[in-house]
């Protein structure tokens, strides 16, 4: 069993940054393949960004492409998401995902583990 564990969420003015990370427990970290994911209210889960279990490949959605980073730490068991250049239609609960496998994954029924989520607010 997996257990994953957000952080770093917050509210921050339109044009900023935040950082959030992704702590996995129960399983090593380099057997999974990572994801991020957010859901605004009324809205369906939407994928942000995909790291495969190396680290070595990254995929993006269209909508922050050029502004949000994934990377991933296996020796601390942390996924992180780098968010720049924020905008208001970011505003929305972010979710970490996890699934065994090698390449990267960007559909919701992909992942098996999720965690509680992380409150992301971007003022206008």
């Known amino acids: 069993q997996v257990q994953l564990l957000e952080s770093g969420g917050g509210l921050v003015q339109a044009g900023g940054s935040l950082r959030l990370s992704c702590v996995a427990s129960?399983?090593?970290?380099?057997?999974?393949?990572m994801g991020w994911f957010r859901q605004a209210p009324g809205k369906e889960r939407e994928f942000v960004g995909g790291?495969?279990?190396?680290?070595?490949?990254?995929t993006y959605g269209d909508s922050v492409k050029g502004r949000f980073t994934i990377s991933r730490d296996n020796a601390q068991n942390t996924v992180y998401l780098q968010m720049d250049a924020l905008k208001s239609e970011d505003t929305a609960v972010y979710y970490c995902?996890?699934?065994?496998?090698?390449?990267?994954?960007?559909?919701?029924?992909?992942?098996?583990?999720w965690g509680q989520g992380t409150q992301v607010t971007v003022s206008s």
């Open positions: 129960g399983r090593p970290l380099s057997i999974l393949s």
């Open positions: 995902g996890g699934v065994f496998g090698r390449r990267v994954y960007t559909e919701v029924s992909d992942y098996d583990y």
């Open positions: 790291i495969n279990w190396s680290g070595g490949n990254t």
